[in-house]
């Protein structure tokens, strides 16, 4: 009845009473029912890709703005962004400096603030890749990868640590997993016990 309105331009109820005595076959009721069942398909697909736009709308919103708040970072914000990163990934019982994680940009951070903050040269730092065997075959290809996002040359990186544990978690790309990127500082005993000192004024300070 809709498309009858909308393609003769006329009200509903004058549609209505032209087709009260029209009788359906069945293969008409029937066609009828699946154009409906059709448009209500294509009506919740609209709906649901208008509220997919509207949440990316509202992420990117709040992205820009923690973005703006963020700002610039001094270079004493950074000694502590990488103070609070270590107590939270770092090796805090032995007496050398050494940090894990999987997300590139963290390890980024972590390898800026070893530089900038704790003066430590390039070449005092180096990694290795800790992955799971079933990527033995791509152990090449991920060193790269965490080479180029740390900037550490491939010959700072030791012996890849293989993980012989059955894998919990399936990836469908599992060519774009590539493991955790464990960075360590070589005779780093002192400077171990510095950062304990840098984490132990935040706990002071959260405590005060």
Known sequence: MGSIKRSLGVSKSSVSLWCSDIEL??????????????????GRMVAARNKINERLERQNKYVKEGRNRVGDISKRELLLVGAALYWAEG??????????????????????????CLNIPREDIYCYVGINQLHSERVKTVEKYWSDISEIPLEHFRKVSLKKVRALK????????????????????????????LIAGLGNHEAN
């Open 25 to 42: 076959t069945k293969e008409q009721q029937e066609k009828l029912i699946e154009i409906d069942r059709k448009g209500g398909a294509k």
């Open 91 to 116: 090796n805090k019982k032995g007496r050398r400096l050494t940090f894990t994680n999987s997300d590139p940009e963290m390890i980024k951070i972590c390898i800026k603030w070893l530089k900038e």
């Open 170 to 197: 399936f990836y469908e790309n599992p060519d774009e997993h590539f493991g955790t990127l464990n960075v360590r500082i070589k005779k780093s005993a002192n400077l171990s016990y510095l950062v304990l000192g």
